[in-house]
């Protein structure tokens, strides 16, 4: 008996350990949100602007032959990246990803990794992997998307690949990431879009000044998706240790219950021994 209590002394140890480190993970997590929320904010007025006078050069019909590279959809081989956490314990999210990642690759696609998880999930899926970055573990930095975006436009111009994919997590809010597919290219007209109504002449001409604006648009398409799949991540990593602290406060109590009990067993029986013994002499 004395040492089944030893046991379960131990194990309400590393309960209590297992609490403590899940709860510090939850706040450091919460607080990296709070801080991916403010720099969306402020990032927003830039990427709405370069948004819409994309969507107006999109929806004006005159320039209908001047974007067709930018704007129509051909049949050939895809470029897709996969932007994923470096690390793990953030529930289901990856493997979300990853599935959603396989539902739009082909054998013959390109496939750039973001993020170690990525990276192994599309070596263990056989995928045809033309560059491997890691996501790291701090708030993505605008100049860490220059590398892929000069790879998408390199081979997209190049017409080595016909369109330009980008697989994410979506954060919705601190409890729904949704794993995304996003085209980028080519661009695609929003939906949600409305007319002003006011006429701009475009000089030198619609084609040009979209492909002036095409390395902004992809700096807004590639920067939103790394700010969410960031966001994403911590608000699932956030959950995963809300419920592995909750668990393990529910095990370390119910093993102390046991503890408990088994300790007042264990003197029970050493005064019935000694009761016992009295009792023969």
Do not use: H, W
Not at 65 to 81: L, N, P, Q, T
Not at 97 to 110: F, G, H, M, R
Not at 134 to 141: D, E, L, R
Request: charged share 25%; aromatic share 8%.
């Amino acid at each position: 008996m004395a040492q089944n209590l030893q046991q379960i002394k131990k194990r309400i140890k590393t309960s209590k350990n297992i609490f403590q480190i899940a709860k510090a993970m939850e706040m450091i997590a919460a607080s990296k949100i709070r801080k991916a929320q403010i720099a969306v904010e402020r990032y927003n007025p830039f990427a709405d602007r370069i948004m819409k006078i994309v969507n107006k050069i999109l929806d004006d019909k005159d320039f209908s032959e001047d974007i067709e590279k930018f704007a129509k959809k051909r049949a050939g081989k895809k470029m897709v990246f996969i932007i994923s956490p470096d690390k793990g314990l953030c529930g289901g999210l990856v493997v979300n990803l990853l599935k959603k990642a396989s539902s739009c690759i082909e054998p013959e696609d390109y496939v750039v990794s973001i993020g170690k998880k990525a990276s192994g999930g599309a070596l263990k899926a056989g995928y045809n992997i033309l560059a491997s970055f890691n996501a790291g573990t701090s708030f993505p930095k605008y100049e860490d998307i220059f590398p892929m975006i000069n790879i998408a436009s390199k081979f997209y111009n190049s017409g080595d690949i016909t369109s330009v994919l980008i697989v994410y997590s979506e954060f919705k809010n601190k409890l729904v990431q949704t794993a995304s597919i996003r085209e980028v290219l080519p661009i695609q007209r929003d939906e949600n879009y409305i007319d002003n109504g006011i006429d701009y002449i475009m000089e030198p001409s619609g084609r040009q000044v979209l492909a002036d604006l095409i390395p902004y648009y992809l700096e807004v398409e590639f920067y939103n998706a790394f700010m969410n799949s960031y966001a994403s991540e911590q608000a699932a990593r956030m959950a995963a240790m809300r419920n592995a602290k909750d668990n393990a406060d529910e095990i370390s109590a119910s093993l102390t219950n046991i503890y408990n009990r088994s300790r007042q067993e264990k003197i029970t029986n050493e005064i019935l021994d000694l009761a016992n013994g009295q009792q023969g002499i």
